[in-house]
């Protein structure tokens, strides 16, 4: 049976969604593009009105996933979860993830190299927890190990870098204080004992030759 379009009114809160009235009565509110085609006065079958539900839905959770985007890029995984913990069916999720694939917006490879670029240029870590970081983002093992071959990294270049950003703050202690404290930093950041340790005595000879300078320097003045 069909019902008639009676009226189409924008709504206060949302001025991207309008309210669809059928035969007088309210009956179901659409995003803006999916009801572009409407018109008072035009005739809906029972099954025209489930697919334009079915189309609203799928525009409300890819607006959702771009809003999600807004803030970072996201792995497949992530916006899986993230569309699952607002409500979508998984037979929307799988819609709205191959729109975001085909449109640009989600491509693991792409993420992947994403994250270790970042974390290598701003929060060094060791390798072993970039791959469990990356794993925990859902990227499949093939491309971490594509994403970290390509990286080329250095473990050595990596824990030396994430030293010297924090050897200010040990640089006082004693030679024993100052090798348990940054050693443990640095494991706890997925760097081996042995990269720690060769790094933590790099630094601590490094600090010690700089001290010693500036002291006999003064001693001269």
């Not at 890819?62 to 998984?90: I, N």
């Not at 490094?206 to 006999?216: L, P, V, W």
Request: with cysteine; charged share 30%.
């Amino acid at each position: 049976m069909e019902k008639e379009i009676t009226a189409i009114e924008a709504q206060k809160r949302s001025r991207q969604r309008v309210n669809i009235s059928l035969d007088g009565e309210f009956a179901f509110s659409l995003d803006r593009l999916t009801a572009a085609w409407l018109k008072p006065g035009r005739k809906l079958s029972a099954e025209e009105i489930s697919r334009l539900r079915e189309q609203d839905e799928v525009e409300s959770a890819h607006t959702r996933a771009l809003h999600f985007l807004s803030f970072r890029s996201r792995s497949t995984k992530e916006m899986q979860d993230y569309l699952t913990r607002k409500g979508c069916s998984p037979k929307l999720i799988a819609s709205v993830l191959a729109r975001l694939e085909e449109e640009g917006y989600l491509n693991d490879a792409r993420f992947s190299r994403e994250w270790v670029e970042n974390r290598s240029a701003f929060r060094p870590r060791g390798i072993s927890l970039l791959r469990a970081e990356l794993r925990g983002k859902g990227i499949p093992n093939d491309v971490i190990d594509t994403t970290l071959t390509q990286a080329d990294l250095s473990e050595g270049e990596l824990a030396l870098k994430a030293a010297e950003r924090v050897v200010g703050r040990y640089a006082a202690l004693p030679q024993e204080a100052f090798r348990l404290r940054l050693g443990a930093y640095l494991q706890r950041r997925g760097f081996s004992y042995r990269t720690a340790s060769l790094v933590v005595q790099r630094l601590w000879n490094e600090t010690r030759n700089s001290t010693n300078g500036q002291a006999q320097h003064k001693n001269m003045e």
